[in-house]
């Protein structure tokens, strides 16, 4: 049996992040949502930059969107085509970087460093602490999707990140 449950306004197209007694939730209604695990309750929210229609899908094709994913009590995650870290504590954004394409990629973190992809093409390493663009790396493209839309998630292994696009490239 369901303990609780939540609607939101719009479909939920990705997985939640779990944090000490709180669980954290992006719909597609633009708003990062904090609840209460036990409860249930929203006990805090976030109005991303995606406005009042929330988050698009690019394509038919677009199924997913970005995962929030958490480091020392920062939540990490792509919304429109925006990159944010807003501490689940006290609310405040950290930073934001925009990208010139839609952020359906979940974040992966490496040292100093988070990586996502955008529907521009382009993987980013960002500054975790400042949001600041440390490199980026521009996909080839292919003839049905030109920009090479990044839609996989990077993974990090021995020092090497890896992801797919749809240039039909890893």
Request: proline share 4%.
């Amino acid at each position: 049996k369901a303990k609780w449950k939540l609607p939101t306004n719009g479909p939920i197209r990705n997985s939640v992040c779990i944090a000490p007694g709180r669980i954290l939730l992006l719909s597609s209604d633009g708003l990062l949502y904090r609840i209460e695990k036990d409860s249930g309750k929203v006990d805090g929210f976030f109005q991303t930059m995606t406005g009042f229609m929330g988050d698009r899908q690019h394509d038919y094709a677009d199924y997913f969107t970005s995962t929030p994913v958490l480091l020392d009590s920062i939540v990490y995650f792509g919304a429109g085509e925006s990159i944010y870290a807003l501490s689940i504590t006290d609310g405040y954004l950290r930073w934001t970087f925009k990208t010139d394409g839609l952020v359906h990629t979940t974040p992966a973190f490496g040292k100093n460093w988070l990586y996502a992809g955008s529907y521009d093409g382009n993987l980013y390493a960002i500054d975790l602490k400042t949001g600041n663009l440390h490199w980026k790396f521009k996909t080839t493209g292919k003839y049905s999707f030109p920009k090479g839309e990044v839609s996989g998630s990077p993974v990090l292994a021995k020092g090497a990140v890896f992801f797919g696009a749809r240039d039909y490239n890893l």
